[in-house]
């Protein structure tokens, strides 16, 4: 069974909609991560949690919330998706210096 | 601010040859330097790492080395194989476990 799971791999959603991307892991890490990867582009850090109670913004936070439900879940809120919001979202976590990432999302506003 | 950025975007190489892949950096401050390979609808896989006060590290088949004086990282991957095929990001960490990603080459490993 793999360490981090994202639900759901792929979706499509329209503009204005409310959509909520999954992250579960099994590796027992505090330290979880939500990043955005845009082609051509690396990963983007949108929030990131080093524990139950911390959650923090990264470098393009705007048009997301995160929710850190317990030590092995942290979810990407998008409260009203937009199209530029179209990309591929990995969650990760860490340990140290080596993060591990889940297979990610792809999302698709139209 | 900080950047992470990589010099060649593509980089094609033949089955056996070496393969080297460059990356910039402008974070004096980062502690470590990680090397990742994201396979075709994966997410990235750490491949190896080196801490800021090294200038080489080697692995089963790649080595990493640092150049702190010149803000450069590398990544040499021996006797390339074609399931090295993926694209290779670099990336820092710093600000306690923060992490900033470079924008990726892609490697295509030729028959």
């Known amino acids: 069974d793999a360490d981090v799971t994202q639900t759901p791999r792929n979706r499509i959603t329209k503009t204005g909609k409310r959509i909520m991307l999954e992250c579960s892991q099994t590796k027992g890490h505090d330290r979880m991560y939500w990043y955005r990867q845009d082609p051509g582009l690396g990963l983007r850090l949108i929030y990131y949690s080093f524990d139950v109670k911390d959650i923090n913004k990264g470098e393009i936070s705007d048009g997301y919330s995160v929710s850190r439900q317990a030590q092995a879940k942290f979810s990407l809120s998008l409260e009203s998706a937009i199209p530029n919001q179209t990309a591929l979202y990995f969650c990760a976590t860490s340990v140290g210096h080596e993060q591990y990432f889940g297979p990610g999302t792809r999302l698709t506003v139209t | 601010g900080e950047s992470v950025g990589l010099h060649l975007p593509t980089l094609s190489v033949q089955e056996g040859d070496n393969s080297i892949i460059n990356c910039a950096y402008s974070?004096?401050?980062?502690?470590?330097f990680i090397w990742y390979k994201q396979e075709s609808g994966k997410g990235p896989q750490f491949i190896i790492d080196i801490r800021s006060n090294m200038d080489k590290r080697q692995g089963q088949r790649v080595t990493v080395l640092l150049n702190k004086t010149v803000k450069h990282l590398s990544l040499q991957i021996a006797a390339t194989q074609p399931g090295d095929s993926a694209v290779y990001f670099c990336?820092?960490?710093?600000?306690?476990?923060?992490?900033?990603f470079g924008s990726g080459t892609k490697l295509n490993v030729k028959p």
């Open positions: 974070n004096s401050a980062s502690d470590y």
């Open positions: 990336a820092e960490k710093y600000n306690f476990n923060k992490f900033y």
